[in-house]
């Protein structure tokens, strides 16, 4: 997620569909996370906070004036 976000911001290529990817991967992340154990959540959480900053970097981007 993060290389994939790092090379597209550099150059400034396939910005809409890494976005969606790293969306689609987030989402995934969470709906795992609810299957496991409460106990257990706490390493994914990092994680997905990862791949959510590097979207949101991504679409800062995009949406820049």
Same mark, same amino acid.
């Given at each position: 997620?993060?290389?994939?976000?790092?090379? +597209? =911001? $550099?150059?400034?290529? /396939? =910005? #809409?569909?890494? *976005?969606? #990817?790293? &969306? *689609? =991967?987030?989402? /995934?992340?969470? !709906?795992? &996370? #609810?299957?496991? +154990? @409460? *106990? !257990? /959540?706490?390493?994914? $959480?990092?994680?997905?906070?990862?791949?959510? +900053? +590097? /979207?949101?970097? =991504?679409? $800062?981007?995009? @949406?820049?004036?």
């Amino acid at each position: 997620g993060e290389l994939a976000s790092k090379a +597209a =911001l $550099d150059t400034n290529h /396939r =910005l #809409k569909k890494t *976005e969606i #990817k790293l &969306r *689609e =991967l987030s989402h /995934r992340m969470s !709906d795992i &996370r #609810k299957t496991w +154990a @409460f *106990e !257990d /959540r706490a390493p994914l $959480d990092p994680a997905i906070q990862r791949v959510e +900053a +590097a /979207r949101n970097k =991504l679409l $800062d981007r995009m @949406f820049q004036k």
